[in-house]
């Protein structure tokens, strides 16, 4: 069986103990391989061994310690080390193909370092999210054999950048464990059980997953609440989400978050801020609200929480921005906004889900079938492993020159 090695970013260690999409497409994905023998490869955490094997998934955890960090942050600049510490465990695993996520200099490096190994660049948001140490100069390169991007608009706005170099492109969608994140309708014991621990009990629940921003439009929605609470004042708010990810950071108080606070003791309506939760425990979190609002004001690459919104049976409310689009379709699964910033719209929408339960009922079951039928991580894992399979048989895209070809 032939082996592929997974190169996470060198921020969040693997499983996502501390948060991080990226990582979590790793983990889920590397559990479903059933052709491929996956190999993790990322930063160590405390929590965490430097090496383990879990079922088929070998972990490799490499140390970066607070000199390190120093060294980046003091100098504003990438200095090789963990690239280094990762290309030591290719030596050691000698795996087929190499799958590098957000990372596109650890990719060039690795394409260097490895020029007759199929490297694939991955990337779950765009260029312009990665901190000036990561991200490429404008002009330079990525000579990587794919490049894969986690919705159709990554691709085409990356195809010309960071992609540009490649020889093949492909979508790979993120994905969801639908027996993780089960419908509500199917567990309504567990979903009084989850709203009680709250002291939720009959009210209706708008819910929110993600980091607490105002660019993920937490503002936005709050204000839009106020106008929600003047016609539907037993109406809840549920916000679930720290700042930050990683060690030491999922409790950060921002200057975002001190305002929120001040503007929650002043709300005119129930709001409950749970503060981070992890990943294990996220799909009982989904059991709290009646519809999902996600309002992001940025390009969202294409977040993960719409699908587990979808997979938990709860009607979604998001803006038409970046890549959400291609997961939330108007009147099959939620709404759309028309204007993402626009408070009004946003509150006419949430009072029309919240107390519209036919409509509620039909948007929910539609979700879940949508995320059943394109976006369990058994497919996506199918279609990540048929795309390397392209990679180890060089005849399979036309080309010469990667040494392994592997049948199964």
């Known amino acids: 069986m032939p082996t592929v090695a997974l190169i996470g970013p060198e921020l969040f260690p693997i499983p996502p103990i501390r948060g991080g999409a990226a990582e979590l497409f790793i983990d889920r994905t590397a559990h479903h391989f059933k052709h491929w023998r996956p190999v993790v490869i990322c930063p160590d955490d405390p929590a965490l061994p430097r090496q383990e094997r879990r079922s088929q998934v070998s972990y490799y955890r490499l140390p970066f310690g607070r000199l390190k960090r120093w060294l980046y942050r003091r100098y504003n600049r990438c200095f090789p080390y963990y690239e ?26 690795l394409k260097e370092r490895f020029p007759r190994r199929p490297v694939l660049l991955h990337m779950h948001n765009l260029a312009t999210i990665l901190g000036k140490r990561e991200r490429p100069a404008p002009d330079q390169e990525i000579p990587v054999d794919a490049f894969l991007a986690c919705s159709r608009f990554v691709l085409e706005q990356e195809k010309g950048r960071l992609g540009r170099a490649a020889k093949q492109h492909f979508v790979v969608y993120n994905g969801v464990d639908p027996e993780a994140f089960r419908p509500l309708w199917n567990q309504p014991g567990e979903v009084r059980r989850q709203r009680q621990r709250w002291h939720l009990y009959d009210e209706p629940t708008v819910l929110y997953v993600g980091k607490i921003r105002e660019s993920k439009g937490v503002g936005l929605l709050l204000t839009a609440m106020a106008q929600v609470w003047r016609r539907l004042p037993r109406a809840a708010l549920v916000l679930v989400g720290g ?3 990683g060690r030491g950071r999922t409790a950060r108080i921002t200057p975002f978050l001190q305002q929120l606070r001040t503007d929650l003791a002043k709300a005119p309506g129930r709001v409950i801020l749970t503060g981070f939760i992890p990943p294990a425990d996220i799909p009982a979190a989904y059991l709290l609200g009646d519809i999902f609002v996600g309002p992001s004001q940025n390009d969202e690459g294409l977040g993960i929480v719409f699908l587990e919104a979808s997979a938990s049976g709860l009607p979604i409310i998001a803006t038409p921005m970046g890549g959400i689009p291609e997961v939330v379709t108007d009147g099959v699964n939620g709404l759309l906004l028309a204007r993402k910033d626009d408070p009004a719209e946003l509150a006419e929408k949430i009072l029309h889900l919240l107390q519209d339960g036919t409509l509620r009922q039909k948007l929910a079951r539609q979700g879940r079938e949508l995320v059943l039928a394109n976006f369990t991580w058994h497919k996506i894992s199918r279609h990540l492993e048929e795309i390397y399979e392209k990679f180890s048989c060089p005849e399979s895209l036309g080309t010469k020159g990667y040494p392994y070809c592997v049948q199964h």
């Open 84 to 109: 280094r510490q990762v290309a030591l465990i290719i030596d050691k695993v000698q795996p087929q193909v190499l799958h590098v996520h957000n990372r596109p200099r650890l990719a060039a490096f």
């Open 243 to 245: 700042t930050e990810f």
